[in-house]
T-cell receptor
């Protein structure tokens, strides 16, 4: 199993550009989540999904969209990038019978 | 609402000394508690978890943590620090209500090991 994979690893955007961060898992996990990590703030939940077709907002959802058309994939869309979205983004997944979340390696995003 | 407080954003210990990283939580229901470790430029790896079974939880790499309900604490310890323990450590809480997938993290503690 590859576990949780994220692409790209690094990305630089200009203000106003849009892009999609990709996340995929091959563990048949129902639950998937997106977090952002900023210095001194830990990880904050952006959006999460409890299954295909079901998504909900986390703590900091503004400026981000998600959809979950398959169990495996959970892309995160930045609609109009802003410098405040410069961060490291982590995707995570968990099985319905499991306790822990498995994290991907992260995407480091810089918005200039 | 659930929350986590990690006391000390930076902790330094000598190699071979006791490691103690503090975590206090707030939750309206019995919580699930986790410690994750993050090595530089990597994702998060689970060290250990408390899910309402034994209050003393043993994890990987010689770490353990004790759930103390009366103190609302879940401090992480290791008897003897190793150079490879240098990393950032995050405590997290989940109330795991039905359909609630929200995992709330503390702000992290960076552990430095002094040779």
């Amino acid at each position: 199993n590859a576990g949780v994979t994220q692409t790209p690893k690094f990305q630089v955007l200009k203000t106003g550009q849009s892009m999609t961060l990709q996340c995929a898992q091959d563990m048949n996990h129902e639950y998937m989540s997106w977090y952002r990590q900023d210095p001194g703030m830990g990880l904050r939940l952006i959006h999460y999904s409890v299954g295909a077709g079901i998504t909900d907002q986390g703590e900091v959802p503004n400026g981000y969209n998600v959809s979950r058309s398959t169990t495996e994939d959970f892309p995160l869309r930045l609609l109009s990038a802003a410098p405040s979205q410069t961060s490291v983004y982590f995707c995570a997944s968990r099985g319905v019978s499991g306790d822990e979340q498995y994290f991907g390696p992260g995407t480091r995003l810089t918005v200039t | 609402a659930q929350s986590v407080t990690q006391l000390g954003s930076h902790v330094s210990v000598s190699e071979g000394a006791l490691v103690l990283l503090r975590c206090n939580y707030s939750s309206s229901v019995p919580p699930y508690l986790f410690w994750y470790v993050q090595y530089p430029n990597q994702g998060l790896q689970l060290l250990l978890k408390y899910t309402s079974a034994a209050t003393l939880v043993k994890g990987i790499n010689g770490f353990e943590a004790e759930f103390k309900k009366s103190e609302t604490s879940f401090h992480l310890t290791k008897p003897s620090a190793h150079m490879s323990d240098a990393a950032e450590y995050f405590c997290a809480v989940s109330d795991r209500n039905f359909g609630n997938e929200k995992l709330t993290f503390g702000t992290g503690t960076r552990l430095t090991i002094i040779p």
